[in-house]
């Protein structure tokens, strides 16, 4: 066993971003590959090209469930087999849905990279469901739902946000479902569902960690490689927004809310949407304004006028049809939010008018570039923007370049960025508060 | 390159472990690894790091822990530490709270304090490039910071802000009513970041009086992982921390068992989920059973998708989306500590399913399969903790606190592989069967309490 610390704990090597590799099976399953030889550890994950936006109306939460199902076993591996093999390797394993990709992971010892594929092209089309093993998964997904949203104020309005950003695009249901709709799901939807978007066509495998592309292609094609294609895939072309005229504002009340708070949205291009240099420029617009203890937010609400608890910016890009641009900020006791949001809206309003300065953006790129070096220690992470970014329609040299254009961005291009897309009538308020009294109430 | 906000995950067996931070955390699943590929660092002032030279990337991790953590604040002022160590990274020297802020993010240095029951912790990440001044913002930090008046009132606001919002989530609720009862009036039945009666009466001469007591050389644990050397980390060592003096001044702490057990205290929130909160005594570290004890929790309710809670709890019923329970050891106490959420009407159902598995592995202990499996899991599963500069850092300060030997790593699978299962059951009994404390908070159904609220 000690002769694979060698790798972690060994001699000097080269400092360089790691050789990617991307290649396609004969059956359209997708493989990228993220070399990392420090530890003797592979991430192994499989992303399929469907989420809760790809459901049908009336059956949010359908993506989710099925996730959750997919545990239940298949005719080769039936039961628990699958995770009770992962915990007999001491390997680690989960799954994510998002609107727009569902993804199922394992972090296990490398030598074990070739069994975990073999499990996972298993049930890309092998899933076995009875009502027995549904039924209780259900009661699992509705405490889920409970522990998320349900008991928890801000995670309510930020659903009530999301529908009320989304005029017509499904991004507007929560991914975890509505949950008068999550509990009518059952086997049936599930398997229906599962048919029509699991196959191999439709899934990225990407592997991190002490492997090369060499033997993680071998081991595909004997694994990912014999699964045969059982459906084609339409186009993901779901309904998109149409002109949005008007800003809204969402408040919603709970007598639990201790800390009043407020959250804008905006609707942008997401990083596969947006024209070059765009999303990169939202990136930095972020940065500037709203990200750590030094941002323009922070100088003005909490610094300067002393009026903020906390604020920040934020720019969501990877998905496939929309980005979304927040900016957010918690009152100090005897601040109202309209206060707060007259702060946001003035600092806001000078970026839009002025730009920024070439401090800013110099010190904004330093630290986006940074990240991306900071990234490389951590192979899960690396796995996960390339699988996010490929299940979202972006391509593998768009990712290796994200450093690059990050650094080509101006100062011009950022304000137009600000111009173009803090547009409150593309955007909603959210505002979450004790109680609906006048004062607090922004209707 | 973030990803869309909207996530949801099969599952969070974890929960229990990041909701209550429990320090045992860092060391759930305990890694091996080559002993001699870690090297001890003494500088000439005496200042000792762990050190993993690993120049594949351009940058280099810090971990370190100072022992006095929460434990060490003044009587009716809980909450110095935490905010003590919110503050240290606010301007130290001649650098305001916007100078030294602007000198990290220039350099995209990452530098976070904070506060334990039992430490002070601080963790940086610098790239190689950025080295010489990182080192310096942390010496800064460490032995000039500021505590100005403006910066010690944001973050008390923000502190309070905090509090306030914890005196209606349910989960926190829970968690300060597990610690408050089982050790009412000793220092770890405090919380960490204090009250909305204490926070108020910190004033800045208590946190300059804090951090004075605490940051010491002899109390300092240190682990730096990534692109430095033994030589240039050295020098490095007594830059930074050679100022500081040689010992701390903390006041004793007596050692505690948990009191309450048998107890079921519940508090009313108007929430659909009840989140629970259950636990006891655990074993100590250094005791010979310690190993035996680890792996009998692990069966019980430890990280995998394996663990009896879950299987029975979760998979066959579908009562709860996250149980777990993990053991905790502390400088002066030792516990078992768990968690779940369910709805209001399956609340009694639940609460008496867990204490039913809990004694049935308390009285037959597991079985042979289940020590085996539990075995390979915990012999396999090390190496996943070591495969970022950061988690390695963490562990290796972990070990340090552990009072454990850079061999450990190598020493670890001989201790595992010595648990018998006559151990196992000997241990399971002792661990599991001196009653449980439990916390319920929501608007739950079929629990009764055993003290008024």
């Known amino acids: 066993m000690l002769a694979l610390f060698g790798a972690l704990f060994g001699a000097a090597q080269a400092s360089a971003a790691p050789e990617i590799s991307h290649f396609t099976l004969t059956n359209g399953l997708e493989v990228v590959v993220v070399p990392d030889h420090r530890a003797p550890v592979v991430t192994h994950m499989i992303w399929y090209k469907v989420g809760a936006a790809d459901e049908t109306l009336g059956k949010s939460g359908l993506a989710h469930f099925l996730e959750h199902l997919m545990f239940k076993g298949t005719e080769k591996n039936p039961g628990a087999a699958f995770s009770r093999d992962v915990a007999d390797i001491g390997g680690q394993e989960n799954a994510f849905t998002t609107s727009d990709y569902t993804a199922f992971f394992q972090r296990v010892p490398r030598e074990h990279l070739k069994a975990m594929m073999a499990l996972e092209a298993d049930r890309i089309t092998g899933l076995v469901l009875t009502d027995e093993v549904v039924k209780p998964e259900l009661n699992v997904v509705l405490e889920e739902q409970n522990m998320r949203v349900a008991n928890n104020p801000g995670a309510r309005l930020g659903e009530q946000m999301d529908a009320a950003l989304y005029l017509n695009h499904p991004y507007g249901r929560p991914v975890i479902g509505w949950r008068h709709e999550i509990e009518k799901l059952d086997r049936d939807q599930a398997l229906a569902f599962y048919r029509r978007f699991y196959t191999p066509n439709n899934a990225i495998v990407v592997v991190a960690g002490d492997v090369t592309a060499e033997e993680v292609k071998a081991d595909a094609e004997e694994t990912y490689g014999k699964v045969p294609v059982r459906t084609q895939i339409a186009a993901r072309e779901r309904p998109m927004e149409p002109v949005q005229e008007a800003p809204r504002t969402v408040t919603l009340a709970d007598s639990r809310v201790e800390q009043p708070s407020m959250t804008r949205n905006y609707l942008v291009p997401s990083e596969t949407t947006a024209k070059p240099g765009e999303s990169e420029a939202l990136e930095v617009l972020a940065h500037v304004l709203g990200a750590g203890q030094d941002c323009r937010l922070y100088r003005a609400l909490v610094d300067g006028k002393a009026i903020a608890l906390s604020t920040g910016a934020y720019y969501s890009g990877t998905a496939l049809d929309y980005g979304k641009f927040g900016v957010y900020g918690t009152p100090k006791q005897g601040v109202s939010l309209h206060q707060i949001e007259e702060g946001v809206d003035a600092v806001l309003g000078e970026v839009v008018q002025h730009g920024i300065t070439p401090d800013e953006l110099d010190r904004a790129k330093s630290r986006l570039v940074a990240d991306a070096v900071y990234a490389e220690d951590n192979q899960a992470t690396l796995a996960r923007w390339y699988g996010a970014a490929l299940a979202t329609g972006q391509t593998v040299d768009k990712v290796r370049g994200w450093p690059d254009r990050i650094h080509a961005v101006t100062a011009e291009a950022v304000q137009q960025a600000a111009r173009t897309w803090l547009d409150r009538r593309q955007s909603v308020t959210g505002y979450l508060v004790k109680s609906l009294q006048p004062e607090e109430s922004h209707s | ?453």
């Open chain 2, 1 to 453: 390159m973030s990803m869309i906000a909207s996530v949801s995950f099969r599952s969070a067996i974890r929960r229990a472990a990041i909701a209550l931070a429990l320090p045992g955390a860092l060391l759930a699943i305990t890694p091996s690894a080559d002993a001699t590929t870690i090297e001890r660092v003494v500088s000439d002032s005496g200042v000792e790091a762990w050190l993993v030279h690993e120049p594949a990337l351009p940058l280099i991790a810090v971990d370190f822990a100072f022992k006095g953590g929460a434990v060490q604040d003044p009587a009716g002022k809980s909450g110095t530490a935490y905010l003590a160590a919110s503050l240290l990274d606010d301007g130290a020297g001649d650098l305001d709270f916007r100078a030294y802020h602007d000198r990290l993010e220039r350099k995209a240095i990452e530098l976070s304090f904070s506060a334990d029951r039992d430490t002070l912790r601080g963790a940086m990440r610098t790239l190689t490039e950025n080295r010489d001044e990182a080192f310096d913002l942390l010496r800064m930090a460490l032995t000039s910071a500021r505590f100005d008046a403006a910066n010690v009132e944001l973050n008390r606001a923000q502190i309070l802000s905090q509090l306030r919002r914890q005196t209606t989530s349910p989960g926190d609720i829970a968690n300060r009513r597990w610690w408050e009862t089982a050790f009412q009036g000793h220092p770890y039945g405090r919380a960490v970041n204090g009250s909305l009666e204490t926070v108020p009466n910190i004033s800045i001469d208590d946190l300059k009086a804090y951090t004075h007591r605490v940051l010491a050389r002899s109390n300092l644990k240190l682990a730096v992982v990534g692109d430095i050397d033994a030589a240039t980390l050295k020098q490095l060592l007594d830059h930074v921390f050679g100022a500081l003096p040689r010992d701390p001044e903390l006041t004793p702490v007596e050692n505690v068992v948990p009191q309450g057990l048998g107890k079921r205290v519940m508090v009313n929130l108007d929430v659909p989920q009840a989140v629970v909160d259950f636990g006891g005594p655990g074993i100590p570290r250094k005791d010979p059973d310690f190993m035996a004890a680890y792996i009998v929790n692990h069966i019980l309710g430890g990280g995998s998708a394996d663990s009896r809670l879950y299987h029975e709890v979760r998979e066959k019923r579908g009562l709860v989306y996250s149980v777990a329970d993990s053991l905790v050891w502390l400088d002066h106490t030792a516990l078992f500590l768990g968690g779940t959420a369910t709805r209001a009407e399956r609340t009694g159902e639940t609460v008496d399913l867990i204490e039913k598995e809990i004694h049935r592995l308390a009285e037959g202990g597991p079985t042979d399969a289940e020590l085996t499996e539990a075995k390979n899991y915990l012999n396999s599963s090390f190496v996943l903790n070591l495969d970022t500069s950061t988690k390695i850092a963490s562990m290796l300060v972990q070990l340090q606190l552990d009072n454990l030997g850079t061999d450990y790593f190598s020493k670890r699978p001989a201790m595992i592989g010595a648990v018998t299962l006559d151990d196992a059951k000997r241990v399971a009994k002792r661990l599991l069967d001196n009653g449980m404390l439990v916390t319920v908070v929501g608007k739950p159904t079929g629990v009764a309490s055993t003290t008024a609220n």
